[in-house]
């Protein structure tokens, strides 16, 4: 049976600080003014506050720290945490290492803090305990002394900005601010917001209402990081500006909205594609930024092994037959197809495409955007692409049977035909074909291969130490020993170049399965999933897992991040 947990009172009384009379006028003192005993006892002139928080630490098993010694004070590092979660929270960051943050906070049961910090900057917290008078009056002497990068930990609405919309609010008495004045105050943070998540490398800003608060988040290299909690007050201006930019209906809140931003960010035209949605609390919106580069960062940039760039670039200049790239939403897909046309692009070539939606435009490619309200749907365009005597066809994706069909009618006279389908590896793909209904021997014989593949982050090549102990799970999982990675194996570590998360960027791992007479005819015959992978694997194919375990040894990234991606398990 787990041993009950000592009560504060108790240890301030068997430690002599305070009397068992006192301890009860506390808990009265406490309950009637709904406080904490600590902070009773404290106001109450019982105890100090160094001798209360080192009982709750005694009473929660965490180490006490007293800052007034400078053994601890020379460990903090006010640059690892945002300056608006220290301040609010008064906690101190010691040291970040192995995954692991040293935290100085004064609340023990503040597991709410606990949570946001592991889930922001992706480390494990170990807690100790310190007054919090010490933390504060630490906090106002180290921020004021810190030299900081512009922008670099502080909220989003601080300052001249913070104090303009609180005027502006007060003046309209809570109605929405107009923001369609240039100089308002709300446009000046959506510019803001704009400029700092392109310069952050950010693939999607997500601003979602919650019942106090907005919280505003970026996905960087694929994870999300919570930015700031902008004030409720915001939301309607702020959701309205966005709306507006975005050419949507302001007025409408009721169903979901669909626009584009385009916005100039250090001379650079970027494109954002923006989604709104009914939530509970407000209309969730969700930024997708489109870079043209990261579209044509070219066959060599993909990620590619040699003997695997060297089949797809033979398979990509066949004069027929289909070539599908699978993978989840957020893979790679559209980057590798396009990287794939641009090679393809030139004057003797017609590439017509089918896409929902356009993301990127392509000089000398003919685009058509999917409508479907109207009727322009993936099936008419294809219909009609056909008419247009096209060498090469790119449809989106391969959602149902029909459009499955006249893809592979395509390709069977004489077509090129580029086109992404959601499975989980590249054997999956033939099943699900015919799990929509099109014939065996059609998908046979139509499908020259499949590329699955999935985002791996780049480790950051500042910061990356060589990892003595790799992890055995994440090594076993990725199928490495410890003697096939010993000197080869690199861990995250953090710095400021990559915002201490240890990565800088991302590569894709592959898996490229070329049908050859031997997957024909299992796919003919409607062979399990596990025939075609084996006879896949037979004929050369890498798997996921082979081709991370390349980019694991060669440094790029870590065992735990393929693990992670690549979806395996302790069965795998």
Do not use: W
């Amino acid at each position: 049976m787990a041993r009950s947990r000592k009560k504060l009172g108790e240890i301030l009384v068997g430690s002599g600080v305070i009397s068992a009379k006192q301890a009860e006028q506390g808990v009265k003192i406490a309950q009637g003014a709904g406080k904490r005993l600590g902070d009773a006892l404290v106001e109450a002139g019982f105890a100090k506050e160094d001798q209360v928080a080192r009982a709750l630490a005694e009473q929660f098993g965490l180490e006490f720290v007293d800052l007034r010694t400078g053994d601890i004070a020379s460990q903090v590092d006010l640059k690892l945490i945002a300056e608006d979660l220290i301040r609010k929270h008064a906690i101190l960051p010691l040291g970040k290492a192995n995954g692991r943050m040293m935290l100085v906070m004064h609340d023990p049961m503040d597991l709410e803090l606990l949570d946001l910090l592991r889930f922001r900057y992706s480390v494990e917290v170990e807690p100790k305990l310190a007054a919090k008078s010490q933390i504060r009056e630490f906090i106002e002497g180290g921020l004021k002394s810190q030299p900081r990068m512009v922008g670099e930990g502080e909220s989003l609405v601080t300052g001249s900005i913070d104090r303009s919309i609180d005027r502006s609010l007060d003046r309209s008495m809570d109605r929405s601010i107009d923001v369609t004045r240039e100089d308002a105050p709300v446009v000046k943070l959506v510019n803001r917001i704009l400029y700092e998540a392109v310069n952050m490398r950010a693939s999607d800003i997500h601003i979602e209402p919650m019942v106090d608060r907005v919280r505003l988040r970026y996905r960087v290299d694929g994870v999300c990081i919570e930015r700031d909690n902008l004030p409720k007050r915001m939301q309607n201006a702020l959701l309205s500006r966005c709306k507006l930019m975005s050419g949507m209906n302001i007025a409408e809140k009721r169903v979901p909205q669909d626009g584009r931003i385009k916005f100039e960010v250090d001379a650079s035209n970027i494109d954002f594609r923006v989604s709104a949605c009914p939530a509970y609390h407000g209309e969730s919106v969700v930024l997708r930024i489109l870079r043209p580069e990261s579209a044509r960062i070219g066959l060599q940039n993909l990620g590619l092994e040699a003997d695997d760039l060297a089949t797809f670039n033979r398979i990509i200049r066949r004069p027929n037959g289909i070539f599908l790239v699978t993978g989840p939403t957020g893979s790679g897909k559209t980057t590798t197809l396009y990287s794939a046309l641009d090679v393809l692009n030139r004057p003797d070539k017609k590439i017509i495409t089918a896409e929902d939606p356009v993301e990127y435009n392509f000089e000398g490619i003919n685009q058509c955007q999917v409508r479907e309200g109207i009727g322009l749907t993936f099936t008419a365009i294809l219909r009609s692409m056909l008419r247009q005597a096209p060498n090469v066809i790119l449809v989106g994706e391969i959602r149902d049977r029909e459009v499955g069909e006249i893809a592979i009618q395509a390709a069977l006279t004489g077509h090129l035909v580029f086109s992404t389908l959601h499975t989980n590896d590249a054997p999956s793909a033939i099943t699900r074909l015919i799990d929509m209904g099109i014939k065996p021997f059609l998908v046979a014989s139509s499908i020259q291969a499949v590329l699955a593949q999935r985002l791996v982050r780049i480790l950051c090549q500042q910061c990356r130490q060589l990892d003595p102990e790799p992890d055995p799970k994440h090594m076993s999982l990725v199928g490495l020993t410890k003697e096939m990675g010993a000197g080869k194996v690199y861990k995250s570590v953090g710095c400021p170049a990559c915002a201490n998360t240890g990565y800088k960027g991302r590569r894709a791992i592959f898996e490229l399965m070329q049908l050859d007479a031997r997957i024909r005819d299992l796919a003919f015959h409607k062979a399990p999933i596990a025939d075609i992978r084996k006879a896949a694997v037979a004929s050369g194919m890498k798997t996921l897992v082979d081709d991370g375990r390349l980019k694991i040894l060669a440094g790029k990234t870590t065992p735990k991040e393929v693990a992670r991606v690549a979806q395996v398990d302790d069965n795998a």
